[in-house]
T-cell receptor, first 111, second 114 residues
């Protein structure tokens, strides 16, 4: 699986959009981009995933660049409950169930 | 749905003792994963099962660790003998064959080996 690079930490004001970047310059054509988050003392939680088109669900939006070498997770209206570590993971879907978690981005929502 | 259930939530034991962690996946899910999380190594996959069969145990640290899945609704992770460096939070996750690629994590078991 391709490696990912994320900032160690970020702050965002409550109510504003939180934009979390992820670089995955070695991503190959069959690899998806996944985002999970881990709120303190809880298990990780799936947020969203995509291949090359932008994706949106009730939690977030995922914007993937045209060359697929980077992506941005957007939390449109951050709340204090969004304070967590956010993991960007690249993984081929077919024949591979493994998720390899890196160090992630620690997002702090400021009141 | 109750989600993934893990027991115990906290375990404190002494070095050399046997430790058994338990997991009940979400009903209908056919993949089960065991992860370990420490400050030094982060979150790492130990082993996963598909349809009760171990598929990849390359993350199991050594022979002291073993995992079983006797049926679709129960799995155990055993450490024998335990060592202080095994202290970590152990997470179990499960995945449905029908509902996309999302892994659902349990609340974890915090293990402390003295």
């Amino acid at each position: 699986d391709a490696k990912t690079t994320q900032p160690t930490s970020m702050d965002c004001a409550e109510g504003r959009a939180a934009n979390l970047p992820c670089n995955h310059s070695t991503i190959s054509g069959n690899e998806y981009v996944y985002w999970y988050r881990q709120i303190h003392s809880q298990g990780p939680q799936y947020i969203i995933h995509g291949l090359k088109n932008n994706e949106t669900n009730e939690m977030a939006s995922l914007i993937i660049t045209e060359d697929r070498k980077s992506s941005t997770l957007i939390l449109p209206h951050a709340t204090l409950r969004d304070t967590a570590v956010y993991y960007c993971i690249v993984r081929a879907n077919f024949g591979n169930e493994k998720l390899t978690f890196g160090t992630g981005t620690r997002l702090t929502i400021i009141p | 749905d109750a989600g993934v259930i893990q027991s115990p939530r906290h375990e404190v034991t002494e070095m050399g003792q046997e430790v058994t962690l338990r997991c009940k996946p979400i009903s209908g899910h056919n993949s089960l994963f065991w992860y370990r999380q420490t400050m030094m190594r982060g979150l790492e996959l130990l082993i996963y099962f598909n349809n009760n069969v171990p598929i990849d145990d390359s993350g199991m640290p050594e022979d002291r660790f073993s995992a079983k899945m006797p049926n679709a609704s129960f799995s155990t992770l055993k450490i024998q003998p335990s060592e202080p460096r095994d202290s970590a939070v152990y997470f179990c996750a499960s995945r449905s064959p029908f509902a996309g690629d999302e892994q659902f994590f349990g609340p974890g078991t915090r293990l402390t080996v003295l």
